[in-house]
């Protein structure tokens, strides 16, 4: 049986600062936004991640503090242009670390503008072998 992680919900304070950051700044696609009855929320997917993220105040949306996520993992196979992209964007991110030499030692982070953190690892094998099979 596949057991399949597709959704995680991000805490923000101010939705539409987020829907900026994520869409601009890091190029995520919006896969739909919903603003309705007093309810908003939109849903963001990375580029060729099989795994998106949501925000805003809809149904269990408001358990954790804006901010308080920390440690969310983004796989490139290309750090150094992963963040000369993101910085193309706008996006403030911090330098590249290597903590082993091995492929899968290599990072970046950034924060979104609550204080949520990801880190971007690099992985040079996804190049080539890609978790989700492009079309």
């Known amino acids: ?5 597709e959704v995680i919900v991000v805490p923000v304070s101010d939705i539409a600062r987020s829907i900026g950051f994520y869409r601009d700044k890091l190029g ?3 896969d739909f936004e919903t603003d309705s009855g007093g309810v908003h929320f939109t849903q963001f997917t990375p580029p060729g991640s099989g795994c998106s993220i949501v925000f805003g105040n809809g149904p269990g949306m408001s358990a954790m503090q804006p901010g308080s ?3 969310l993992q983004l796989v490139v196979s290309d750090v150094k242009a992963a963040r000369e992209e993101l910085i193309g964007r ?3 991110v911090g330098d590249v670390t290597v903590f082993d030499e091995r492929d899968g030692g290599t990072f970046f982070g950034f924060d979104d503008p609550d204080g949520n953190s990801w880190a971007v690892q690099q992985i040079k094998a ?3 072998k890609p978790l ?4």
């Open 132 to 135: 989700i099979p492009r079309s």
């Open 1 to 5: 049986m596949d057991w399949t992680l």
């Open 69 to 71: 996520l920390k440690g």
């Open 126 to 128: 996804r190049a080539d």
């Open 28 to 30: 995520f696609v919006q």
């Open 90 to 92: 706008g996006a403030e």
